[in-house]
T-cell receptor, first 115, second 108 residues
Framework: NAGVMQNPRHLVRRRGQEARLRCSPM?????VYWYRQLPEEGLKFMVY????????ESGMPKERFSAEFPKEGPSILRIQQVVRGDSAAYFC?????????????FGSGTRLTVV | GQQLNQSPQSMFIQEGEDVSMNCTSS?????WLWYKQDPGEGPVLLIA?????ELTSNGRLTAQFGITRKDSFLNISASIPSDVGIYFC????????FGTGTKLQVIP
């Protein structure tokens, strides 16, 4: 997992608050993917971004969730008005432009707990 | 949507035993990937398979890309305690879809 940095590692939010999860891809990687993992389940695709572009957001809930990957800075996954069901581990992965997604590299995740 | 089913869901084995797990899909994939996830960490790629029928090894791990392109198998030989974790298969067609996972416990 070295290279893809996610922060915070743990995040606690009260219902109704906003959660912001950050992902800094590996150096030279311009593709970022976000996945959600519920306890005891596999990873579910949420969104695929390149710099300043959302390529595939077919896994994103229609409301309250948004993602961006600006020209400068990390990718951000934002969850507005969090509910208990949003509690999960959120993983980010990155890949270089000429190596999508053959074994892209994952970060260590952000564990969101909504109380 | 695409769905990957892994079996078994979980397994307890004695150290030194061999392990087999498999993954089946309702859809054809062009690439199969096997990942391992340690507790509290993100998945780490173990093996990638690019061609139907392909058999690839990585140390004590061997994986096969099924002929039908709808399944894949992972074998671990002579298991050791650090093999503990959750193993995920993943298929690539456009984007990566993960399986449901096989939780492996190794008894020393």
């Amino acid at each position: 997992n070295a290279g893809v940095m996610q922060n915070p590692r743990h995040l606690v939010r009260r219902r109704g608050q906003e959660a912001r999860l950050r992902c800094s891809p590996m150096k030279g990687h311009s593709h970022v993917y976000w996945y959600r993992q519920l306890p005891e389940e596999g990873l579910k695709f949420m969104v695929y971004l390149q710099k300043e572009n959302i390529i595939d957001e077919s896994g994103m809930p229609k409301e309250r969730f948004s993602a961006e990957f600006p020209k400068e800075g990390p990718s951000i996954l934002r969850i507005q008005q969090v509910v208990r069901g949003d509690s999960a581990a959120y993983f980010c992965a990155s890949s270089p432009p000429d190596y999508p997604p053959y074994g892209y590299t994952f970060g260590s995740g952000t564990r969101l707990t909504v109380v | 949507g695409q769905q990957l089913n892994q079996s078994p869901q979980s397994m307890f084995i004695q150290e030194g035993e061999d392990v087999s797990m498999n993954c089946t899909s309702s859809s054809i994939f062009n690439t199969w990937l096997w990942y391992k996830q340690d507790p509290g960490e993100g998945p780490v790629l173990l093996i990638a398979l690019y061609k139907a029928g392909e058999l690839t090894s990585n140390g004590r791990l061997t994986a096969q890309f099924g002929i039908t392109r709808k399944d894949s198998f992972l074998n671990i030989s002579a298991s050791i305690p650090s093999d503990v974790g959750i193993y995920f298969c993943a298929g690539l067609r456009g984007r990566v879809t993960f399986g449901t996972g096989t939780k492996l416990q190794v008894i020393p």
